[in-house]
């Protein structure tokens, strides 16, 4: 499958909330992947803390 910019797709499970998901990688097992909400939520707790310190 692609997506809408022609990169291949890869099926994966959020390692934070178990959901399937679509990624634009092919992961690897060494590293978590996460679905675009559970992204988005650690991306935002980054960016707070970031600013915290």
């Known amino acids: ?3 809408k910019f022609g990169r291949t797709l890869y099926k994966a499970i959020c390692s934070d909330c ?3 998901t679509e990624v634009p990688f092919q992961p ?3 590293r978590p992947v996460y679905c675009r909400e559970c992204f988005l939520k650690r991306k935002g707790n980054r960016r707070f ?3 915290r310190a």
């Open 18 to 20: 178990g959901k399937e």
């Open 49 to 51: 803390e970031r600013r």
């Open 1 to 3: 499958m692609q997506d």
């Open 28 to 30: 690897d097992g060494t």
